[in-house]
Nanobody
Framework: QMQLVESGGGLVQPGQSLSLSCTVSGSTLDEYGFTWFRQAPGKQREALLCISSSDSPMYYADSAKGRFTIARDNAKRKVYLHLNRLQLEDTAVYYC????????????????RGQGTPVTVGS
């Protein structure tokens, strides 16, 4: 059974960058799309962007366009989320989810989901 573990979160200042990793075990990545989500305190879960099994990115959130990028390395069993020009409102727990054969913004249909890594943007 696929398991996902996120890492790389932390405290950063506004304007800085941060790279998150999603490490996959229990399955190969090749046939899966992976979506990064986030949930801020007191807010609904938000889908950010996905990378398909064919390495194509798909953006779901306007807030992610132009600032966040996604990448995957199947050999290393990792999916990355690069966060640039971070803002206070980017403070949230970020987590990844896997979808067999597709990309999706609804994690109810995910094959697996990690526990998340917290990102705090503040001075």
């Amino acid at each position: 059974q696929m398991q996902l573990v996120e890492s790389g979160g932390g405290l950063v200042q506004p304007g800085q960058s941060l790279s998150l990793s999603c490490t996959v075990s229990g399955s190969t990545l090749d046939e899966y799309g992976f979506t990064w989500f986030r949930q801020a305190p007191g807010k609904q879960r938000e889908a950010l962007l996905c990378i398909s099994s064919s390495d194509s990115p798909m953006y779901y959130a306007d807030s992610a366009k132009g600032r966040f990028t996604i990448a995957r390395d199947n050999a290393k069993r990792k999916v990355y989320l690069h966060l640039n020009r971070l803002q206070l409102e980017d403070t949230a727990v970020y987590y990844c989810a896997a979808f067999w054969g597709t990309c999706s913004s609804d994690d109810r249909y995910s094959s697996s989901r990690g526990q998340g890594t917290p990102v705090t943007v503040g001075s």
